[in-house]
T-cell receptor, first 113, second 112 residues
């Protein structure tokens, strides 16, 4: 079974500062990678995904992530945090069949005015 | 509008009383799955279904049942709920094998 590790269950940044949320996965084969965002009392929404091709992936709301196979990482970044970015973020990986999904434990992002 | 619909949103029940959480999607997706979300544990997959009448266990299937008699519906059944099944449950579906999941808005279940 694969596993996903998100370092830092809580991250605080000032408005306008860089957002960096870390995600590492365990897999010997490049899987499919995803970042989801969850706002209070809502389901998860896709921010971005990596399947194949370009390792720098751009998503919605100015977020992007870079797939680094050598580091088994898929960190999420945004150059300038906005108040509306405050939410919980989940990194996820699926196996090659796309049937089994594994999620990290989540990172709660707080944006300080 | 493409969506995954779960019902109910909130459910409080007592130990041992059978319950069903419904899930329906209108995207003609073959794949559907159930997850539970617990603080500090993230989301864990309970069951998934690759098509009608085809289901398989995820990471935490104990105490749960599912059925897939129609493509659009994938109910989650707790035949004898216990307090350790108190959790936030999500249903999701996806299109092709490398597509992302589309999630419902969740069902918050409390078992006393």
């Amino acid at each position: 079974a694969q596993s996903v590790t998100q370092l830092g269950s809580h991250v605080s940044v000032s408005e306008g500062a860089l957002v960096l949320l870390r995600c590492n996965y365990s897999s010997s084969v490049p899987p499919y990678l995803f970042w989801y965002v969850q706002y209070p009392n809502q389901g998860l929404q896709l921010l971005l995904k990596y399947t194949t091709g370009a390792t720098l992936v751009k998503g919605i709301n100015g977020f992007e992530a870079e797939f680094k196979k050598s580091e088994t990482s898929f960190h999420l970044t945004k150059p300038s945090a906005h108040m509306s970015d405050a939410a919980e973020y989940f990194c996820a990986v699926s196996d090659a069949t796309g049937n089994q999904f594994y999620f990290g434990t989540g990172t709660s992002l707080t944006v300080i005015p | 509008e493409a969506q995954v619909t779960q019902n109910p949103r909130y459910l409080i029940t007592v130990t041992g009383k059978k319950l069903t959480v419904t899930c329906s999607q209108n995207m003609n997706h073959e794949y559907m799955s159930w997850y539970r979300q617990d603080p500090g544990l993230g989301l864990r997959q309970i069951y998934y279904s690759m098509n009608v009448e085809v289901t398989d266990k995820g990471d935490v299937p104990e105490g749960y049942k599912v059925s897939r008699k129609e493509k659009r519906n994938f109910p989650l059944i707790l035949e004898s709920p216990s307090p350790n099944q108190t959790s936030l449950y999500f249903c999701a579906s996806r299109g092709s094998y490398n597509s992302p999941l589309h999630f419902g808005n969740g069902t918050r279940l409390t078992v006393t």
